[in-house]
């Protein structure tokens, strides 16, 4: 975590931020990963170990989550397929 922002490579914990109401603020590429950012405040914090300790959200809203953080990632790579 930078002094702005709170970074992610784990795409399920982003799913999970997002679901509970947190936008995403960029994403950073590092090496082979791509990293996710939230503008960092101590209740993202306080949801992210929620996260790893079991908390629970809707499977549709996750889901839909998951979907749009797997669009945001692959967005800058349309047009770098090489076929």
Do not use: P, W
């Amino acid at each position: 975590m930078n002094k702005t922002n709170y970074c992610t490579a784990n795409i399920y914990e982003a799913a999970y931020l997002l679901t509970v109401g947190f936008q995403l603020a960029g994403k950073q590429r590092n090496g082979a990963k791509i990293v996710l950012e939230f503008k960092a405040s101590q209740k993202l914090i306080d949801e992210s170990l929620k996260f790893y300790n079991g908390g629970r959200v809707d499977a549709r809203a996750f889901s839909e989550a998951f979907k749009n953080i797997k669009n945001f990632i692959f967005e800058a790579n349309k047009g770098n397929v090489a076929v």
